[in-house]
């Protein structure tokens, strides 16, 4: 490859420079809705990004393309350390990398999640025990018997499983009528105020799991193989002593591979700018 190594740092040279390697790079598109988007040969970079960020997302990109071509397979099940590493100990790695993540990506590290489902479940917990001063036998993994008579005709029963329901009232002239836990006391005037809490309750308890499940899917993306060794690289590539202090062993290993021309490409960009 023939490329000015006295060429500055800049994101027009970065892209220059990607493009010698053979790689389409889009800059206006909206990279469906990330920062920046790897898909075969192809990197689209967000035209609401700025100038400052733009860099480290080419460096994370182009890291995904040399995954793709060391592990063709990776798009579909996220690759292996053991590959990108080429070795099979990769316990003390996979724990570095997993700190760079947490380090240069603040969203990571999943706080306003963790502190969601904290609040949450202090809210539920006060619940449960406001419930227990008028029906102290009640326990939220059990069931409540006194809640189930009283709820049996009731239309408030729909608001057990969900936060709102529409439902049709009327024999010739049917009216839609919206339902919601939101609304409960409204709708719902005579319902003594321990229902009204056990159906809100539920509908916490319904919260929970929703961020339970969002903060185990988000966890596993930002653990997948790939996803941790792009930030590791493009961390190490912008501030490389302070990577190599989060990650020492990672950062040798990465440095030998690197020099060999195991990771291809991936020399030549480290050559040219850093």
Do not use: W
């Amino acid at each position: 490859m023939l490329y000015d190594k006295s060429k500055p740092l800049t994101k027009r040279n970065v892209i220059e420079f990607m493009r010698d390697c053979g790689i389409e790079v889009k800059t206006n598109t909206k990279a469906r809705g990330n920062q920046g988007l790897y898909q075969k040969n192809r990197i689209d970079l967000s035209r609401n990004i700025k100038e400052d960020k733009a860099i480290e997302v080419l460096v994370h990109e182009f890291a995904h393309h040399i995954h793709y071509k060391i592990d063709r397979d990776f798009i579909k099940n996220g690759g292996s350390l053991e590959t990108l590493f080429d070795t099979n100990d990769i316990k003390q790695i996979k724990s570095e990398l997993i700190n760079v993540t947490r380090l240069t990506d603040k969203n990571s590290r999943l706080t306003v999640f963790t502190q969601a489902k904290e609040e949450t479940a202090k809210t539920v917990a006060g619940m449960q025990k406001a419930i227990k001063r008028d029906y102290p036998n009640f326990l939220r993994s059990k069931k409540f018997p006194e809640f189930e008579k009283y709820i049996k005709n009731s239309d408030a029963r729909y608001l057990v499983k969900y936060d709102a329901i529409r439902i049709m009232k009327g024999f010739f002239f049917k009216k839609e009528h919206i339902l919601t836990v939101k609304n409960l006391e409204n709708d719902f005037p005579d319902m003594p105020k321990a229902f009204q809490l056990y159906i809100r309750l539920c509908s916490m308890q319904r919260k929970q799991a929703k961020i339970s499940r969002r903060i185990n899917k988000l966890s596993k993306y930002y653990e997948k193989p790939t996803e941790l060794f792009a930030r590791f690289v493009s961390g190490y590539f912008m501030t490389p002593e302070t990577i190599k202090t989060v990650a020492p062993i990672s950062t040798q290993k990465f440095d030998q591979l690197l020099n060999n021309g195991y990771y291809k490409e991936l020399k030549d960009l480290f050559e040219i700018f850093t």
